[in-house]
């Protein structure tokens, strides 16, 4: 059956076809909807966890179980789970663990930029690497097949144009699988020094006899057509190449750990001139260059993504590019959206002058103006940390030191660094922002909030009592939109004495189900102040008198502006204008 997937729901299916039973994995743009995807998919179970490092450990659990088990994460999560991740390769697997790993190349929506092809060497894991959604479903379950058969977990890696693209795929049955049955087995299992040492050497063994099995059976590809220049490329870049070099020679490689060595040097040899082009980093050039292969070093840009016209460009000629930005198009930076209720606290935030340690969601946009009020963003949990660290070396400029983090990310990994801070004797300001919900990734459910990834209610934890076992004596909770009120507990807690912890709690605005009616300005009232427009709400702009004006079609009622205007010039519509017609 033919269908037209996009390369995360075809991994999916991969995943569902070779049987496997259970999905477990933490959003991250562009990996996100790979998960979603399986969870509507028959006779499987998907689950969030907290972060990246719990989904591994939960898949090797499953795989020590004998079932198949897909895991799904962006690049960055990666590093959170390297630490399962290095030693699971050692253990192996029962049941076949496959990554499904999306990277970003030019951070469309993440903090950096990581090339997770190297994790393959650095682990020993192998990487599969497709170039459209067809082979994102086959590869995924050639993965299923290599993890069993190699007794390793295997890494598909993606990037953004894969993940979110759709092509032509040929789904097929679901293989029905029996459980291979669990076997006491510490020496692979128990990664103690005396096993790991004998696990170490035995996989390099089982990479080893993986190399020679890739010989054979690796989903590389040859294409031969003008010899005069061969290729080598992977993944998206190979799409790139073929609309750029429509008469080159290709190798694509599928595999590319352990890199196809005999491939690349059948295939240099057939060809007059040699050249690799890879998005991201240096990977393949690496390894071909130490097979002693030699190619030509084109002019590939170090970050960033490729396209078709950067690799035309790249050889010499013109080449059309759809992408770059159109001169005199007017910036678009990201806003939080109207009714958000981080804006509100942002707004609060201002009238404490503190040093703002942010960490990463929605709330980071608190970083842009006109709110301007976060100092940091270094990773997901990394600002409770920050805090504490700033704080111990005795603070900055005698400024209060205010962390910023929400509920997703606060579950993710914040709470092990309030739990620094408590048992180390720290101060700060801890603002747990929360939403109810993973806001910034699409809405996926977290164990804040206690929904689960199959629509099942869960218990709901209680961020307060959390706070408060932990020892923590000052816990407060403000709702944002009331930004008096939340100035006021915020100006109160940067001058107590030590840890204190803020749960500022409205739902994000897109999950309200019930928009407010949408406030206008009275203009007769309106001093052209300036203080609503400093909220930075998209619904707010100014005439050309420096008046405010709100568009009622973007209003949702927030009443953030109607707290913050101090000439009571913002009314409901209906009273302030007439709006003709209904809202
Ligand atoms: C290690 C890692 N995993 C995943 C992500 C993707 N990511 C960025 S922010 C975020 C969650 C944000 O949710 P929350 O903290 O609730 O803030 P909100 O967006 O709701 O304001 C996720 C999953 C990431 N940047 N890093």
Redesign the pocket.
Known sequence: MTKLLSGNEAVARGAWEAGAVLGVG????PSTETLQNFAGMPDVRAEWAPN?KVALEVASGASMAGARVLVAM?H??V??AADPLFTQAYIGVRGGLVLLVADDPGMHS??NEQDSRNWGPFARVPILEPSDSAEALEFTKLAFDISEQFDIPVIVRSTTRISHSKSLVSAGERAERERIPFETDAPKWVMMPSNARVRRLDLDRRVAELKTWAQEHAPDRVEYRDTSLGVITSGIAYQYVREALPDASILKVGMSFPVPEQAIRDFAARVDRVAVVEEADRYLRTHIAALGVEFDDVPLPASGELSPGIVARAFGSEGDTLRGSIPGLPARPPLMCPGCP?RGLYYALRSVNAVVTGD????TLGALPPLSQMDSCL??GASIGMMHGANVVGGIEGRPIVSVI????FAHSGITGLVNVAYNGGSGVVII?D?R?????GHQG?PLMGRTLMGEHSQEIDIEKLCSALGIESVRTVDPHDIDATRIVLREEVKREGLSVIVSRAP?ALIVPEKEDPYAVNREMCTACGACIKLGCPAISTDDDGHAEIDITVCVGCAQCVRVCKFDAIESSGSACDIGGSV
């Not at 990463?360 to 709330?363: A, F, N």
């Not at 919900?437 to 990734?441: G, V």
């Open positions: 933490y959003p991250g743009t990246e962006k960055v999560g590093n959170v993440s903090q981080h990463i969601g929605c709330y990773c997901m929400g509920d997703s990310t922002l939403n919900i993973t806001a910034m990734t977290n994000c």
